[in-house]
């Protein structure tokens, strides 16, 4: 069970930037963004919304995900990962690298809960 949450975590990353990362959420999904900046979302909830706020994602942003570390929870059902991204904003050319934290509740083989640190 576990391996095939820490599998749905490793579509997500590969499909983010096209149509199928979508099909990888529970209809009911919660994204979540403790620390959105101000004027920002901090939660989209359902497939539909969630869909919605990131769909312009690929357009903008080139981005390659690397030094994925996951953590070993006591939920086999339960994602913790550590992970890098490195890219650039499309139309300014500006860099885009991050570090994540993510957990990511998944139930049945989908995302139900992802939280975006």
Same mark, same amino acid.
């Given at each position: 069970?576990?391996?095939?949450?820490?599998?749905?975590?490793?579509?997500?990353?590969?499909?983010?930037?096209?149509?199928?990362?979508?099909?990888?959420?529970?209809?009911?999904?919660?994204?979540?963004?403790?620390?959105?900046?101000?004027?920002?979302?901090?939660?989209? #909830?359902?497939?539909?919304?969630?869909?919605?706020?990131?769909?312009?994602?690929?357009?903008?942003?080139?981005?390659?995900?690397?030094?994925?570390?996951?953590?070993?929870?006591?939920?086999?059902?339960?994602?913790?990962?550590?992970?890098?991204?490195?890219?650039?904003?499309?139309?300014?050319?500006?860099?885009?690298?991050?570090?994540?934290?993510?957990?990511? #509740?998944?139930?049945?083989?989908?995302?139900?809960?992802?939280?975006?640190?």
């Amino acid at each position: 069970m576990r391996e095939r949450a820490q599998g749905v975590f490793r579509k997500h990353l590969k499909h983010l930037s096209d149509k199928a990362w979508i099909n990888l959420w529970a209809e009911d999904g919660v994204l979540e963004f403790p620390y959105a900046p101000k004027g920002y979302p901090d939660m989209m #909830e359902g497939k539909a919304d969630i869909y919605d706020y990131m769909k312009s994602f690929p357009k903008n942003f080139e981005v390659e995900f690397t030094d994925l570390i996951f953590h070993i929870p006591v939920d086999p059902e339960l994602v913790i990962a550590e992970l890098n991204s490195v890219g650039k904003q499309r139309e300014t050319g500006n860099p885009y690298n991050q570090t994540y934290i993510s957990v990511v #509740e998944t139930k049945d083989g989908f995302i139900t809960r992802y939280k975006d640190y």
